[in-house]
């Protein structure tokens, strides 16, 4: 008996998914455990495992469909998949060749042999591979069948769609014009052949959401940024100093991150209301410190939280804000590594950025930005001398924060950042 496989729980206030990529195709043999196919929610990806052995006996639901929770996306069978065939093929099979009397030569002519050869063909694709035959008018006739007894896949198609697309010519060929010198001039690009200059990709669940929500918190708040600029020398001096033996104690590279960490931990206590959250006629104080930090993936900006990063010290900020950032990368995180969140830190100067204005991450009214080190002349005592300077940006919820608390709170932040032993006091 068939077994269901349906959509699992999302996690906290994820009702729905996309169907991202089907890792089997029907036909083949599954064991429990094994990934079935990648789900794409607005805040992470995942996979969908079997949950016992089997042959997939069917897809219902197929990539960029939207599935919610509890729905039934396809079937595992019985079997182990080797020599399966669909289930229309066997159907159509004679039970034994010799009961089947050949057809009179007469009896047989060409359309009704076009017809029996397209349901041969027919029956050696399931369904689902059959509707994206239709879609893109591949003739499966000319699909060679990579599957367990010249069962057609989906990757067959794809591929022979991949391969049309490439190679896919203009109608009419004719030779090209020569210049004065006899050599063949290069055709100019035809304002009707612009389509076939262009690539259509899927946007992925995530980064819709992301669109969606970026655009829903310019809406959404009143947000205006302030900058400022930072001296990185003493910072610069520290690491250089005691990396080494920081990496030897504690297994853990010293970056910058843990400083400006510290830095706004010791700020958001200094000005709570930057560490809140409007809630309709009510501003709620949070007196816990979560800290998302943003990390840059191949599939969009994802944000992590480093919770209670006031009860951690430089390394265990610094491993721990190491580890998300590989699991963002890998694909690893979860609902939980993404949930809350008080206050925000991203770093375009990982990327090169002199200076930017980000986005809050709602519901935080607050987002801090830092940027590329770079060499400027500066006056210090009297004197210009060459010294590495960091703009720094603060984003903010101008109902919530007044411009004057939010120009304190980001001096509040250099102070520390210029006096990095008074972090061991203040972070």
């Known amino acids: 008996m068939a077994a269901e496989i349906h959509v699992p729980e999302l996690g906290e206030s994820v009702a729905d998914a996309t169907v991202g990529r089907w890792l089997k195709q029907e036909g083949d043999a599954v064991t429990s455990g094994d990934a079935l196919v990648e789900l794409e929610t607005d805040k992470i990806n995942f996979e969908v495992e079997a949950e016992q052995d089997g042959v997939l006996e069917s897809i219902s639901k197929g990539e960029g469909e939207t599935v919610n929770v509890g729905e039934v996306i396809g079937t595992i069978g019985e079997g182990n998949g080797a020599g399966a065939a669909p289930a229309e093929e066997q159907e159509e099979q004679p039970q034994a060749e010799e009961e089947q009397p050949e057809p009179e030569a007469e009896e047989v002519d060409e359309t009704s042999n076009g017809h029996r050869e397209v349901e041969e063909v027919a029956g050696r694709a399931s369904p689902s591979v059959r509707r994206l035959a239709q879609e893109y008018e591949v003739d499966l006739a000319e699909v060679t069948g990579s599957g367990s007894g010249g069962r057609i896949t989906r990757d067959d198609v794809e591929r022979l769609i991949r391969a049309q697309s490439t190679t896919a010519a203009p109608e009419k060929t004719e030779a090209p014009e020569r210049d004065g010198k ?30 969606q929500r970026l655009v829903e918190s310019q809406q959404a708040t009143a947000m205006l940024t302030t900058f400022n600029e930072v001296d990185m020398t003493a910072v610069m001096e520290l690491r250089k100093r005691r990396k080494e033996a920081f990496q030897e104690r504690t297994g853990a590279r010293l970056g910058f991150m843990s400083f400006f960490a510290k830095a706004a931990i010791g700020a958001l206590k200094a000005f709570p209301k930057v560490n809140a959250e409007l809630q309709d006629t009510e501003l709620v104080l949070k007196k ?140």
């Not at 052949?193 to 259509?200: I, K, P, S």
């Not at 010290?313 to 969140?341: P, W």
């Not at 002349?377 to 903010?396: C, H, K, N, Q």
């Open 182 to 211: 006899g050599e063949a001039s290069q055709p100019a690009v035809s304002r009707d052949g612009r389509a076939d200059l262009e690539e259509r990709v899927r946007v992925s669940r995530r980064r819709q959401t992301i669109a």
């Open 288 to 427: 816990y410190y979560d800290i998302g930090v943003a990390v840059s993936t191949d599939e969009g900006l994802v944000v992590p939280v480093l919770r209670d990063a006031d009860h951690k010290n430089f390394a265990e900020i610094e491993q721990g804000i190491a580890d998300l950032a590989t699991k963002a990368r890998d694909g690893k995180l979860t609902l939980d590594d993404l949930r809350g969140g008080t206050f925000t830190i991203t770093n375009g100067g990982v990327f090169g950025s002199l200076v930017s204005t980000p986005i809050l991450t709602l519901p935080q009214v607050a987002i801090l930005g830092m940027h590329k080190i770079q060499e400027r002349p500066v006056v210090v005592d009297g004197e210009i001398v060459a010294r590495p300077m960091m703009y720094l940006a603060l984003s903010y919820d101008h109902r919530v924060i007044d411009g004057a608390e939010a120009v304190s709170f980001l001096v509040r932040i250099k102070d520390l950042i210029e006096d990095p032993e008074s972090l061991l006091l203040e972070g």
